[in-house]
C-alpha cells in the first residue's frame, strides 16, 4: 500500500489509528446458530403470506347496518302515519260535518302530489351540496345515480330510505298548514299554494338547517326533527294564509263546534304515536341517543297534556278532552327541535311551558285580535315550535340533564325570527298573487253548502 504523498492531518491518525493485527470473527455458540437458521427459514415461509397481504384491496365503505336501517324503515312509515290517517282525522274532526271529506280529501291528494315533487328535484334540492341558499336540482331527480347499494354520506342507511323518510317531513309540513284555513278556501288555489310554499319556504330552510350547517350566516343552529324546519315555517305561513283568505262568514256570529270529537281524539293518538318515528329517528341511528329522544317526546307531551287539563280546570271548572288533545300536540310540537339535546328535566319544562304559552295564544291572543286561526296552527304548532327551539338554548346543558353544550340561546333566537320573517314575506308574497289570478276563497253560496259537495260532490253521511 502505497502512502499518499501529501501528509495525513494528525486528528484523523489519532481517530482512526492503523490496526496492528485482525481480530479473530467470533464464532456464534450452537443454540444462537440454530436460532437463526430457524427465523431463515420461517422468513422464507413467510414471504408469500406477507406478499399476499401487501396485494389485499383496501377496507370496503361503511356498510348498511340492519338495526339502523329497520329503525328507520318504521320510523318512516310512523310520520307518514302522522300525515295519513293521523293528521286527516285529527283535523277532519274539528270541521262540520259538511266539510270532512274537504279536510281528508286535501290531506290525501297533498301527499300524492308532494311525493312527486320530492322524487323530482325536491331530494335534490334539500340534501345535496349546491350554493349557499339551496342545493344541487340536477343532483339526484328522479333518483339519478341512487341505487340500492347507495349509502347515504355520514349514516349507515340506504340513501333511497334517508330520500323516503325525508319525504314525509316534505309532506306533514305543509299539510299542517290546512287547519288554518279549512271550510272556505278553493281546493285549487290550496294545492297550488302548497305546492309552491314547499318549494319556495320549506327546501330552502331544510337545506340551510340540515344539510348545509349554516342558515342565513348563522352555524350552530340546533333543530333536532324540525322546531325550525317544519313548525315555525308552517306555523306562520298558517297565520298569514288565515288572515289574506279572511275569516269563515259565520265566524264570531256564532259557535262553530267540531262535528266528530272522537274522531279528533283518534287522529290525535295517531299523532302522538307517530312522533317517535318523527323526532326518535331523526337521529337516522337505533341507538341511546335514539331511546332518549323517545323518552323525552313522551315525557314532554305528557307534562303539557295535564297542564292544559289543569289550565282549563282552572278557568272553565272542567276540563275538556278537546283540551287534553290539543294540550298533547303542542307538548309534542314543542319538543321537537330539542328532543336530540334535552333530558327528561327539560322535556317537563319544555312540555310545561308550551302548554301555558300555546293555550293564552290559542285562546287569548285569537280571541282579542280576532283572526280565523281555525284549528290553532299557528297557536300550537307555531308557538309550540317556537317555546322549544328557544328553550333548547337554555336546557340542553348538564344542569338540566342535557347533553348538547354547544346550544347558544342567541342563536336559537335569531334562527327562529329569520324563519319567522322569511316564511310570512314568502308566504304572503304568494296567496298574494294567487288572490288576484285564481282566487282564495269560494263563494257564500259554496261555503254555506259546505266544500264536500260544492268541491268534491260528495257528503260524509248519507243517512
Same mark, same amino acid.
Not at 293521523?86 to 281528508?104: D, I, K, T
Given at each position: ?9 494528525? !486528528? ?7 490496526p ?17 437458521i ?52 285529527? !283535523? ?107 318549494i ?6 331544510? !337545506? ?67 312522533w ?47 283540551g287534553a ?45 280576532? &283572526?280565523?286561526?281555525?284549528l ?5 304548532h ?22 348538547n ?16 320573517? &322569511? ?29 264536500? !259537495? ?5 257528503t260524509?253521511?248519507?243517512?
Amino acid at each position: 500500500m502505497r502512502w499518499p504523498s501529501r501528509p495525513i492531518p494528525p !486528528y484523523k491518525v489519532d481517530r482512526f489509528p492503523a490496526p496492528t493485527s485482525l481480530p479473530m470473527p467470533l464464532r456464534p455458540s450452537p443454540s444462537r446458530l440454530r436460532s437463526r437458521i430457524s427465523l431463515g427459514f420461517l422468513s422464507l415461509a413467510a414471504a408469500p403470506l406477507l406478499r399476499a397481504q401487501d396485494a389485499l384491496p383496501l377496507p370496503p365503505p361503511a356498510a348498511i347496518d340492519s338495526g339502523n336501517t329497520a329503525w328507520i324503515l318504521t320510523s318512516t312509515a310512523l310520520v307518514l302515519f302522522m300525515m295519513i290517517p293521523g293528521l286527516a282525522l285529527f !283535523y277532519a274532526g274539528l270541521v262540520r260535518a259538511r266539510n270532512v271529506l274537504s279536510v281528508l280529501m286535501q290531506c290525501f291528494a297533498l301527499t300524492a302530489l308532494l311525493s312527486l315533487v320530492w322524487l323530482a328535484f325536491g331530494y335534490s334540492a334539500a340534501f345535496s351540496d349546491g350554493s349557499s341558499f339551496i342545493g344541487n336540482l340536477l343532483a339526484h331527480p328522479f333518483l339519478k345515480g341512487i341505487s340500492p347499494a347507495s349509502v347515504r354520506p355520514g349514516t349507515t342507511i340506504p340513501e333511497l330510505l334517508h330520500f323516503a323518510y325525508q319525504m314525509t317531513f316534505f309532506v306533514i309540513t305543509p299539510g299542517l298548514i290546512i287547519g288554518a284555513v279549512v271550510e272556505r278556501m278553493k281546493f285549487t288555489a290550496l294545492l297550488l299554494f302548497m305546492t309552491l310554499w314547499s318549494i319556495l319556504v320549506y327546501l330552502p330552510v331544510c !337545506y340551510m338547517v340540515w344539510h348545509k350547517g349554516n342558515f342565513f350566516g348563522l352555524t350552530g343552529v340546533i333543530d333536532h326533527a324540525g322546531g325550525i324546519v317544519v313548525h315555525i315555517t308552517a306555523g306562520v305561513a298558517a297565520l298569514v294564509a288565515c288572515l289574506m283568505v279572511g275569516p269563515r262568514r259565520d265566524h264570531g256570529k256564532q259557535a262553530i263546534l267540531p262535528h266528530n270529537l272522537p274522531m279528533t281524539v283518534t287522529g290525535a293518538a295517531m299523532l302522538w304515536v307517530g312522533w317517535f318515528g318523527f323526532n326518535a329517528g331523526s337521529g337516522l341511528a337505533a341507538d341511546g341517543a335514539a331511546a332518549m329522544t323517545l323518552v323525552v317526546t313522551h315525557l314532554s307531551a305528557c307534562t303539557a297534556t295535564l297542564v292544559w287539563m289543569a289550565i282549563e280546570w282552572t278557568a272553565l271548572k272542567r276540563p275538556t278532552v278537546l283540551g287534553a288533545a290539543t294540550g298533547a300536540i303542542a307538548g309534542l310540537a314543542a319538543i321537537t327541535p330539542a328532543a336530540g339535546s334535552v333530558g327528561p328535566i327539560g322535556a317537563l319544562i319544555i312540555g310545561a311551558t308550551s302548554a301555558a304559552v300555546c293555550w293564552w295564544f290559542s285562546i287569548k291572543v285569537k280571541t282579542h285580535f280576532k &283572526y280565523d286561526d281555525s284549528l290553532d296552527v299557528f297557536g300550537v304548532h307555531g308557538i309550540g315550535g317556537l317555546v322549544g327551539t328557544i328553550l333548547l338554548g337554555v336546557l340542553a346543558h348538564d344542569s338540566f340533564g342535557g347533553f348538547n353544550n354547544q346550544a347558544s340561546l342567541t342563536t336559537q333566537l335569531l334562527a327562529s325570527l329569520y324563519t319567522a320573517a &322569511y316564511s310570512a314575506a314568502l308566504s304572503f308574497a304568494l296567496l298574494f298573487v294567487i288572490k288576484k289570478t285564481l282566487g282564495l276563497t269560494v263563494t257564500d253560496l259554496q261555503e254555506r253548502e259546505g266544500l264536500d !259537495y260544492s268541491e268534491h260532490g260528495e257528503t260524509a253521511y248519507n243517512s
